[in-house]
């Protein structure tokens, strides 16, 4: 048998291996993550700034593609920084579908759905308060404050640990968003000196700073609410570029007739 020019020959069994093993080319975490845009006004691009997580890494280790964004609040004409001055805020969105948060859509309280447990850590939620159902041009999501402990004590509603979140799913299933914010309020306590209800939850929802958190306008917040609830409401999914070169890409007809 007559062998063929040795450079030809190279040149293929190169591009049989190429071809053969595409999983050696390194992916475009970017082009996987569920990429998203919001809308903040400027007093919360402090610190601003998109992060990537990719599976099986960060702690804890993940199975999905996520994308944060972060960073904090700053009240308006605040010339000295201060311990209050400066609030984090992150949004997350994870490229999964989370039953869980869905299914709290249709619950009557925080408590029942018991949302924060999910990424609280070695820390237990046990204050949920003013739960909100939200409808966003993106899907449905739920509101409320949150507070967690890390021993028995059940501190009453403070600015040292009051956050407020917002969790939900996008219509189509395919991304959960989670959007978390340092909250506080004028009339609340700093965290010295507080009341604690000591797992009583009876205790904890008759204090006059939990009925502050569940009947204070909106606005009466730093940051407001309403504005913490518009951010939440402009993020906008961003297709990847895989998808986006899919969807150029004609599809072929059948066979003619």
């Known amino acids: 048998m007559k062998l063929q020019n040795p450079l030809s020959l190279c040149a293929i069994v190169s591009a049989m291996i190429f071809t053969a093993t595409p999983q050696m080319k390194a992916a475009d975490p970017t082009d996987q993550c569920p990429r998203f845009q919001l809308n903040p006004l400027d007093v919360y691009k402090n610190g601003m700034k998109y992060s990537f ?3 099986g890494s960060g702690k804890p280790k993940t ?18 920084p201060s311990p209050n001055a400066k609030l984090t805020w992150s949004v997350t969105v994870s490229k999964k579908d989370d039953p869980k948060v869905a299914e709290a859509y249709n619950l ?21 308060s003013r739960f909100q159902k939200f409808t966003f041009p993106w899907g449905n999501a739920v509101g409320y404050f949150v ?27 395919q991304d959960t968003i989670v959007a978390r914010f340092a909250a506080r309020h004028p009339q609340l306590p700093d965290g010295s000196k507080v009341l604690d209800a000591q797992g009583n ?6 204090f006059p700073s939990y009925k502050l958190l569940e009947k204070s306008r909106p606005e009466s917040f730093e940051p ?23 969807e150029r890409t004609p599809v072929k007809s059948g066979a003619p007739d």
């Open 53 to 55: 997580l990719t599976p």
């Open 63 to 80: 199975d999905t593609f996520t994308s944060v964004c972060s960073g904090f609040w700053q009240p308006p004409n605040a010339q000295q």
């Open 201 to 206: 939850i009876r205790a904890l929802t008759s």
């Open 108 to 128: 009557k309280d925080g408590y029942s759905a018991d949302l924060a447990r999910a990424d609280s850590g070695n820390a237990t939620p046990y204050l949920y």
């Open 224 to 246: 407001s609410l309403t504005e913490l609830q518009n951010m939440v409401s402009s993020i906008v999914i961003l297709k990847s570029k895989k998808a986006e070169n899919s």
């Open 147 to 173: 507070q967690t402990t890390n021993d028995a004590a059940w501190p009453e509603p403070n600015n040292a640990q009051l956050m407020y979140e917002i969790r939900g799913v996008t219509s189509d299933h």
